[in-house]
């Protein structure tokens, strides 16, 4: 089947089955001039209009949807709260919202002509969704063809140099990064570049899920986790072939079920932001597997006190992840020179795990050092060897390493018993 038959055959997808009000079209930069674009009627009952700029022009599109929508699991206007949330939490984290307002995060997404992120790359629409006063703003800023980018960046950069804090899906590796390759071209005639903060959720989506979930796509996660199911979405792999077409043909039907894969992208964002800022705060349900990963992350980020909370929701659920967290909060407790309580997990793991000889090697270290008892220092130290010669290792270099210090420990312990009785 040919590229045409095939593209003729997805047209039927490109419908928009949810029910939006467009905003009133935008304005020319000159209105004293007659300019015109071909199918502006389509484009205007689309909710798009041109921009222009001296010669040349970019296509605006604005979509509101009320903040009472809900999308997935959450209303919009949840997110109002999960960053208000973020003000009574004292800690650094890569989410957190600090000072920032809901309205001050523009959730931003691109679609472009290829995966690459070389200047051969070319994006052709810019996509991003905003919190006002009472709705939500879907603002998409398209690029008609390849040599109207200095219109496009125009508007867009004009547009967006109050920016705050960007959230997006991948952005910080390869969205941001492509709007500054193309910047980097075109620098001497449109805005600079803003300065802002940036969350990228991909990177919290494979902290919480990469376990969990066959991948973490945008699209897995948003029908696995967050209850978002599209009807009839474009796929975002067909989106270069259908711009191309487009710029071929000039049809700009082809381009419907784009505009609204990117709409429903950024859409998905204020929704994953909620959901996972919920996740890190502490705020509302989360399986044992996403407490855990949360406490982690706070550990990483050398949170302490919040991890370590976190690990004591874990151990309540009394399921496969209570000997890990059991394990971390043992050496978060002795960083924290709370050591009784360390050796109390110490002992607890060695009763609940005979394959693990790392409880029995702390409590070694810690009768040895700290109490001065070699002969029970001994004692776990000869446990842990024990356990540690019914492993089979891949590494004979490593094995190596540990035999002797093994070796090494029970020899000094055994030295100082003598010296000492």
């Known amino acids: 089947m040919s590229i045409q038959n ?9 419908v928009n089955p949810v029910s939006t009000t467009p905003l009133p079209t935008e304005t020319t930069t000159d209105e004293k001039k007659d300019k015109s674009i071909d199918h502006v009627e389509y484009w205007e009952q689309f ?32 997110v109002i709260g999960a960053v208000h949330k973020w003000k009574d939490i004292d800690a650094e984290h890569p989410l957190h ?26 994006i052709f629409m810019l996509g991003m969704s905003q919190i006002k006063d009472d709705h939500v703003l879907v603002h998409q800023f398209f690029l008609p063809g390849p040599g109207s980018e200095v219109a496009l960046y125009h508007y867009f950069l004009n ?36 300065e802002f903060g940036h969350f990228d959720l991909l990177h919290g989506a494979r902290r919480f899920w ?21 009807v009839h979405d ?32 950024v859409l998905s964002l204020i929704t994953l932001y909620t959901h996972m800022s919920g996740l890190v705060q502490g705020n509302g349900f989360r399986t044992e597997r996403e407490a855990f990963e949360a406490a982690r992350w706070y550990e990483a980020l050398n949170e302490i006190e919040l991890a370590i909370s976190m690990y004591h929701e874990v151990l309540q659920t009394g399921t496969s992840l209570q000997y890990q967290s059991k394990k971390t909060l043992a050496s978060l407790y002795k960083k924290q020179n709370i050591i009784d309580v360390s050796v109390q997990y110490w ?12 409880p029995a090697i702390e409590l070694s270290k810690y009768y040895e050092h700290a109490l001065k008892d070699y002969e029970k220092a001994l004692d776990y130290a000869e446990l842990a060897h024990t356990i540690w010669k019914e492993k089979k290792r891949l590494v004979k270099r490593k094995e190596e390493q540990e035999k002797r210090a093994f070796a090494k420990r029970i020899e000094r312990l055994e030295q100082r018993i003598i010296q000492y009785s």
């Open 159 to 194: 547009h967006v140099k109050e920016l705050k804090n960007l959230v997006t899906y991948n952005g910080k590796s390869f969205d941001w990064p492509q709007v500054k390759t193309r910047h980097t071209l075109i620098r001497d005639f449109v805005p600079s570049l803003p």
């Open 47 to 78: 909710g798009a209009s041109p921009y222009f700029f001296e010669e040349d022009y970019c296509i605006i599109r604005k979509v509101k949807y009320p903040l009472d929508h809900k999308w997935g699991k959450y209303r919009f206007s949840d």
């Open 210 to 230: 990469k376990e969990t979930l066959p991948a973490v796509k945008l699209s897995v996660v948003e029908k696995e986790i967050l209850d978002v199911n599209r």
């Open 347 to 358: 002992q607890e793991l060695l009763n609940e795990n005979n394959i693990d000889e790392d």
């Open 6 to 14: 095939k593209l003729n055959r997805l047209k039927k997808h490109m």
């Open 234 to 265: 474009t796929p975002g792999y067909l989106a270069p072939m259908l711009y191309f077409q487009y710029c071929t043909e000039g049809d700009p039907s082809l381009l419907e079920g784009v505009f609204q894969h990117n709409e429903w992208d």
């Open 97 to 122: 919202a600090k000072d920032l307002d809901a309205k001050d995060l523009l959730f931003f997404d691109t679609e472009t002509t290829g995966l690459s992120s070389g200047a051969g790359n070319t």
